[in-house]
Nanobody, 125 residues
Framework: QVQLVESGGGLVQPGGSLRLSCAAS????????MGWFRQAPGKEREFVAA????????LLADSVKGRFTISRDNAKNTVYLQMNSLKPEDTAVYYC??????????????????WGQGTQVTVSS
């Protein structure tokens, strides 16, 4: 089993930046592909970004492409989501997730076996 814990959320003004972290424990972090999803109140969960275990392939949702980047540091068992040029519509609870599919990036939530508790991101002036 793998336990995932997100951190780094908070309140930021439009145009600002924030970096989310997801720390993994209880397993071999490098064996998992990772993804970020987000969910706003009353809305469905949506895909944000994904990365293979090696970090060699990344995928970003069109809505965040050019503003967000996903990366990982397997030595620290941590995956990151760097968020720049934040907009009010980015406001949501952000979740990280892990999948046993190592070598491809997945935007569907089904293949992800482990999920973190989420961290709140609020973009407001």
């Amino acid at each position: 089993q793998v336990q995932l814990v997100e951190s780094g959320g908070g309140l930021v003004q439009p145009g600002g930046s924030l970096r989310l972290s997801c720390a993994a424990s209880g397993g071999t972090f490098s064996r998992y592909g990772m993804g970020w999803f987000r969910q706003a109140p009353g809305k469905e969960r949506e895909f944000v970004a994904a990365i293979t275990w090696s970090g060699g392939i990344t995928l970003l949702a069109d809505s965040v492409k050019g503003r967000f980047t996903i990366s990982r540091d397997n030595a620290k068992n941590t995956v990151y989501l760097q968020m720049n040029s934040l907009k009010p519509e980015d406001t949501a609870v952000y979740y990280c997730a892990a999948t046993k599919y190592l070598n491809t990036v997945l935007r569907d939530s089904g293949p992800y076996d482990y999920w973190g508790q989420g961290t709140q991101v609020t973009v407001s002036s």
